[in-house]
């Protein structure tokens, strides 16, 4: 089997410092969780810019602030957030791929998300797949519920977005798919023979649905953004620990985990 492609989702725009104590925020601290969650097996770091106060912003110097530190730190692959936060503009949630990451998300549809709606107009997601492609810029396609991956194969078939794709099915979010196994096991009869794809389970979900990536022959996202807690009850130290559980999950099963190089070879990008 395949390598395992472990990502780490480090921030996210929703978590607090009062529901998670060790949240990377500033991008020195996001640098420095990168760096460990890379050394644990992690060869891409999902990432959201937030200012100092914890405020969520997709302000491009913000991200470059957080590509240029990680880099420097070590060889992981930086995936940028154009999903934000609910509410902010499409313009708003596009800047950081201005900065020409090697890899950033796009969100296949609109969803309620929790108490709020997360809102992705088919015009905006088609300038955000466009400008990505353009730019160079390696997409994970963000799949929250069912209707989100019939539209990643209607868009494929006329053309709008081309292989090989990537899909991040996101399982769990309240008002959306549920974290359940039937729920992946149907998305994943759903996809294109020759795409890849990783699970990320919100909450409780996380480490049940990487379970069964692992088994499976996906990929795997943990981290803050989705689940703050190691187990129930128990809050998670770092994000590093969560990637440390799920590395060592797929060695007992004796599916090596991939490096940020053997990810970029699997995923088709560039070297
Ligand atoms: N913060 C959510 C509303 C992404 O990063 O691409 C959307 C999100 C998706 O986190
Ligand atoms: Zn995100």
């Known amino acids: 089997m395949e390598k395992l492609i472990i990502t780490a989702a480090l921030t996210g725009a929703e978590v607090t410092r009062e529901q998670q ?13 990168a760096f460990e969650c890379a050394k ?13 106060d914890g405020t969520p912003t997709q302000d491009k110097e913000v991200y470059r602030q957080i590509i240029t530190k990680v880099r420097e730190r070590c060889d992981v692959i930086v995936q940028v957030s154009t999903g934000g936060a609910v509410g902010m503009t499409a313009q708003e949630r596009l800047a950081p791929v201005t900065l020409k990451p090697e890899m950033a998300t796009l969100s296949m549809g609109s969803v309620n998300f929790g108490n709020d709606v997360f809102m992705n107009h088919p015009d905006d997601m088609d300038i955000f797949a466009t400008t990505m492609k353009d730019l160079g810029v390696k997409i994970e396609y963000e799949v929250f519920d069912t209707g989100m991956i019939t539209t990643v194969n ?25 974290g359940t196994p039937e729920a992946l096991m149907y998305m994943r009869s759903q996809l294109p023979a020759d795409a890849s794809w990783t699970v990320a389970g919100i909450g409780a979900a996380q480490l049940p649905l990487a379970t069964m990536a692992i088994i499976l022959g996906g990929h795997v996202r943990v981290g803050f953004e989705d689940n703050v807690y190691y187990r129930k009850g128990e809050l998670a130290n770092s994000n590093a620990q969560l990637v440390e559980r799920v590395a060592r999950i797929s060695r007992e099963h004796d599916r090596a985990v991939a490096t940020p190089d053997e990810a970029r070879k699997i995923l088709g990008m560039p070297a």
């Open 21 to 33: 104590p060790n949240l990377p925020i500033t991008p020195d601290e996001i640098a420095d969780a």
């Open 40 to 52: 644990a097996g992690a060869a891409i770091v999902h990432v959201h810019g937030r200012y100092d």
């Open 154 to 178: 209607r868009w494929l078939k006329k053309g709008l977005i081309t292989a090989p794709l990537h899909v991040d099915f996101v399982l769990g979010i309240p008002g959306a798919m549920a």
